[in-house]
């Protein structure tokens, strides 16, 4: 029996120009195809057209893998990048930890709850605070110590890598994880490693945000849920919020209340990219 609920995801960049979207959609009407949801954007500064195109999969004649055939051969006379993907394949997940937990409770919650709908493989974590909340929602804890010298460091997170790539995960996420991945991960990440960042990027980039904004007097404090590069905190931003803060509160207020921000803005920005609704091209995104 078919699954009414089930989708195939189309999602295309390619350079502008007359009749993509009558290419597409006559492509998907030929066999058949039943659009549910579809969104298209142009940017004019760079040329370039995006569009994701959402399909009931009982729709179409065939299977996602003829799907992405057949699709491969339109995507491929637009130009461009593009990808077909199946809701009804979980995508595998790794998240990443230190100590400060509430990015991780956050997640495992959803997770648990199925909100997010994902399939969370390992845990892994710098240090072993995290461990018992995490195999308590049977999920497999790895703790890597990190040194404090560079060949401790590189040989950790050749460990770390293993641990990681041993599942082909479509998300790696940076949970508060609290250390700089090298250039070599970044790279073999790209696109897949999540960010959150304490801060409403690009104002106080790297360490101690907060001290930094209680400094210069802001009103607003937030987060930020970006890509990772080997430029830190310089990454593709998925998603962003901010929250108000006052003259009355001191560091630790403006953590608290940042901390709510970033456990809603990895969540959503985690949704987004695994709901493949954002689209990278250079250093920006385009999100449906």
Known sequence: MTNPDRRFVLTLGCPDRTGIVARIAGFLAEHGGWIVEAGYHTDPDTGWFFTRQVVRADSLPFGVEELRERFGAVADELGGSWRVSDTGESPRAVFLVSKDGHCLHDLLGRVSSGELDLDLRAVIGN??????????????????PFGTDPESKAAAFEQVRGLVDEHDPDAIVLARFMQVLPPELCAAWSGRAINIHHSFLPSFAGARPYHQAHERGVKLVGATCHYVTAEL????????????????????????????????????GLRYHLEHRVLVHGGRTVVF
């Open 127 to 144: 240090h072993p605070r995290l461990g018992p909340i995490t195999e308590a929602h049977g999920v497999p804890f790895h703790h890597v």
């Open 233 to 268: 905190d310089a990454g593709p931003i998925i998603e962003q919020d901010v929250t108000r803060v006052d003259h009355g509160d001191a560091v630790a207020d403006m953590v608290r209340k940042g901390r709510d921000i970033e456990k809603i803005v990895l969540a959503r």
